[in-house]
């Protein structure tokens, strides 16, 4: 069974950090396109941020380029560096793997076929 499980959500004040970490189970993803989305209250899930298999490309949505950097280790883990966080960076953050191996980034949630369950990120003014 696959299975993505976000960790590292959590309250910070603006100008905070946070580290997502993303966890799959069940299958290597490590050739597989992988992204972050996120959902606020009454919003629509938009994107993040992106990156393609090792050796990795990303693709940041403009609202946290320079702020946020997204990453990948060997060993099935998707992350994401948060920095200056901003209350409007509050939402549910998901993971998301794409299902076929690839070289390219994957920009819109209907890419994905995997899924996390989401973490809380609040950050507050």
């Known amino acids: 069974q696959v299975q993505l499980v976000e960790s590292g959500g959590g309250l910070v004040q603006a100008g905070g950090s946070l580290r997502l970490s993303c966890a799959a189970s069940?299958?290597?993803?490590?050739?597989?396109?992988m992204g972050w989305f996120r959902q606020g209250p009454g919003k629509e899930r938009q994107f993040v941020a992106a990156?393609?298999?090792?050796?990795?490309?990303t693709d940041y949505a403009d609202s946290v380029k320079g702020r946020f950097t997204i990453f990948r280790d060997n060993a099935n883990t998707l992350y994401l560096q948060m920095n200056s966080l901003k209350p409007e960076d509050t939402a549910v953050y998901y993971c998301?793997?794409?299902?076929?191996?690839?070289?390219?980034?994957?920009?819109?949630?209907?890419?994905?076929?995997?899924w996390g369950q989401g973490t809380q990120v609040t950050v507050s003014s």
């Open positions: 998301a793997a794409v299902r076929s191996p690839g070289w390219r980034t994957f920009l819109e949630p209907s890419q994905y076929t995997y």
């Open positions: 069940g299958r290597t993803f490590s050739g597989n396109p």
């Open positions: 990156i393609s298999s090792i050796p990795s490309s």
